[in-house]
């Protein structure tokens, strides 16, 4: 039963608060701590959700709030556009050395996922002198004009928002459950291969493309994982075309898929990577990272950055988090955690026929609900119930995927075995209230 002070917020939220803001879970928070967050009435949520795949190290870390803390005893903001600071130069740095590739490289420090996107397309466009910009049916980049441009789902992302920033494409990405029946995933690859070369003679010729941005595995698309041949097929199309391939790393990134990056499980180097979320524990911080000759294509100065760019505090929550994810084996843990979500799941689709696929990259995995295995029917209705159940018993869970029937999982990698145990009992709670 929620208490009194839960309807006042939640009622001076309506009020207030815009309404097309989601929320999830309406519920109060009031205190979290790695795995779980307390609301104001005492309850106590598991977090599957991480704030979207941003909290990898867990909430509250006691590393990044002490780093936090000793950077607050410095200053808050002098604006590295204004005066340097070692916290912005030390995580360009490492950044540059975590990257995949030999090659010098350089890092530029932003506030947002959808941020580091466009910095990364107007770094693309400087450096080849084109405009077009090429990524993926399903995929998510953001919500400004041009990421929304970039961004295959229409509602909510993009509905009544146009018109949206020109030269801007979706090729075929492979979603390998849906192929046709009786096709061999060989088959399939060479098939979504073909529809990727004649997209390029349909929409727009590769001597205008900029560059490529593709997410390793499509997060709001309802984390599909991409084959290696695929991926490498566009890492060599862009190569012999001159097109900059970016890496969006935002969602998939920072240890989540039992790698740094999640490119790098498809052994191909990008020249860019995007990335975001859980860099920094909470705070707002993204980032391009990559090639040096590419980023430094952008010769005036003050064409790239922004005010409140590479925030020193949030600079120090995110060297914290990666000291974080190389002393306490995040990359390995998360391989764990998804082969526990797997050998589950695997267990509920012998149950439960509307079970259609189970899919994962590490840790980041996904369960997709279908009206019927035969049709493959998305069923919207059925993962929503089960979500809403969830977050009323004590679960953070999300949905995902263009169609919404598909839920996932972003539990931040600190997750004891009790805690991923006990959320994972919650939704075998939840499939049986919606078989």
């Known amino acids: 039963m929620e208490g009194n002070m839960t309807k006042i917020w939640q009622d001076k939220r309506d009020r207030y608060v815009a309404s097309a803001v989601g929320n999830g879970n309406r519920h109060i928070a009031a205190k979290a701590e790695g795995a779980l967050i307390t609301d104001i009435e005492g309850n106590v949520f598991i977090d599957f959700a991480g704030a979207i795949g941003v909290q ?171 084959s290696k041949r695929f991926v490498s097929y566009v890492r060599d199309f862009c190569t012999e075309h001159g097109i900059v391939f970016v890496s969006d790393e935002i969602q998939a990134g920072f240890a989540r898929t039992g790698k740094m990056f999640a490119i790098e499980n498809f052994d191909v180097i990008p020249d860019l990577m995007t990335v975001s979320k859980s860099i920094a524990a909470g705070f707002p911080l993204s980032g391009v990272v990559g090639k040096a000759e590419i980023i430094d294509a952008c010769t005036l100065k003050g064409s790239l950055g922004g005010t409140y760019c590479g925030n020193p505090i949030a600079c120090a929550a995110a060297l914290a988090v990666l000291d974080i994810i190389k002393e306490e084996h995040l990359a390995a843990r998360a391989e764990k955690i998804g082969a526990v979500i797997e050998a589950r799941a695997e267990e509920w689709a012998k149950v439960y026929p509307f079970v259609g696929d189970i899919r994962r990259l590490g840790a980041m995995a996904a ?69």
Do not use: W
Not at 169 to 192: F, L, T, V
Not at 199 to 204: D, E, G, I, K, P
Not at 393 to 420: M, V, W, Y
Not at 426 to 431: K, T
């Open 56 to 226: 990898n190290v867990g909430h509250c870390h006691p590393k990044v709030v002490q780093a936090v803390k000793e950077a607050l005893d410095h200053f808050i903001h002098p604006g590295f556009n204004v005066i340097m600071y070692p916290g912005y130069i030390e995580l360009c740095q490492r950044l540059c050395a975590l990257a995949p590739g030999s090659f010098a490289k350089k890092a530029i420090l932003l506030n947002s996922g959808a941020e580091a996107v466009e910095n990364a397309v107007k770094i693309a466009r400087a450096y080849t002198g084109r405009q077009a910009v090429v990524t993926f049916e399903r995929a998510f980049h953001g919500r400004t004009n041009l990421t929304m441009g970039m961004t295959s789902k229409v509602k909510p992302y993009k509905f009544g928002f146009g018109p949206f920033a020109p030269e801007t494409y979706k090729a075929p990405y492979p979603y390998a459950y849906r192929k046709p029946d009786g096709m061999s995933d060989q088959s399939y690859d060479e098939a979504i291969i073909a529809q990727f070369n004649e997209f390029f003679l349909n929409h727009v010729s590769p001597e205008q493309v900029a560059c490529i941005v593709m997410e390793p595995v499509q997060g709001e698309g309802g984390f599909i994982v991409p």
């Open 367 to 435: 369960v997709e609900f279908v009206k019927n295995r035969e049709t493959k029917e998305p069923d919207k209705d059925r993962a929503g119930q089960l979500v809403a159940y969830c977050n009323q018993h004590g679960l953070l869970l999300l949905d995902a995927g263009l169609k919404g029937n598909c839920i996932r999982f972003l539990s931040p990698l600190t997750i004891t075995e009790e805690q991923l145990n006990r959320g994972l009992a919650i939704i075998e709670e939840a499939l049986e209230q919606v078989k």
